[in-house]
């Protein structure tokens, strides 16, 4: 399958920017437990990553825990040209910033219709593999995010209409929505709530690395949310832990890929009722509760 014919403006998430009131305490999290390794760091700054992307997560000292942006990764050399054609032509504002963060030269910045800023980047991965040792529990990669927003349609029209996600599954009688923008059964996903972030996942290799993260959350007298467990949407191996801040920390394996697009069909969960954990217990009663706001952009 050609990929830049079904996707020819994203192919993945690539990073998050999050602010957070205590840096310092976050760095450290991210390493020690997430397994991260940190490849850059100012006073008010870090950029950390799991090896294939330059960085993956961006941590902002600020006053409050937040969302800042989202990151995509572009397609190929003519996705950020396309991209900004097709906002040009639907009138939506957006910012073109050259070499914003290290290794990546260029960036489209725009907002959505729920007020999350999305930023398509080029030259998003390195040019050689990171080696690094940690003794955290090191994941493949970044792999998605699950937005809150008040109103799901306007948001996964405009996912669909100007970056070519597709609809992967719904759930909750319309209140979440999985969305693709490769074979990976989703990328972004979308659930009702006040606008911000509810938690972001990492893929790893297979079911023994979920035994290495609850020793190591253990070890740090930490314990996970929810989980180990199957979903139904995507069919992924989850646990969730929560981060400092609130937000929650997926870690997935296994999740659906989808070979053919063409005779893909999305489902609905919503009448199933172990669609969550196909394998037995559902969230705690506080589960859509974590997660953080967006940052209010002055």
Known sequence: MDQANHYPITRSLAYLALTVPDLQAAVEEAQQINGLHLVGRSADIAY???????????LRSGAAAGVQQIGLEASNEDSLPLLKSRLKDGSIPFSELSDPYPGITRVLQFIGPSGHVFELAENSNRSERLFYST???????????????????????????????????????????????SEIHHSINLIKGAPGLHHYAWEVDDWAVFKQLGDVLRSHGRQLVWGPGRHGPGSNLFTY?????????????????????ESYQWKDWSDIPEWNNIWGPMPPANFRDYGMPLIERS
């Open 48 to 58: 950390l990553t799991s090896g294939e992307r330059k960085f993956e997560l961006l």
């Open 135 to 181: 003794p955290g529990v090191r994941p493949r990669r970044l792999g998605h995010a699950l937005l809150k927003v008040e109103d799901l349609a306007p948001v996964e029209d405009f996912l669909v209409q100007y970056l070519n996600f597709r609809v992967s599954d719904r759930g909750l009688n319309g209140e979440i929505v999985w969305l693709r923008c």
């Open 241 to 261: 832990h929560a981060d400092l801040n609130g937000t929650l920390v997926e870690y997935f394996a296994d999740i659906l890929r989808v070979e053919i697009e």
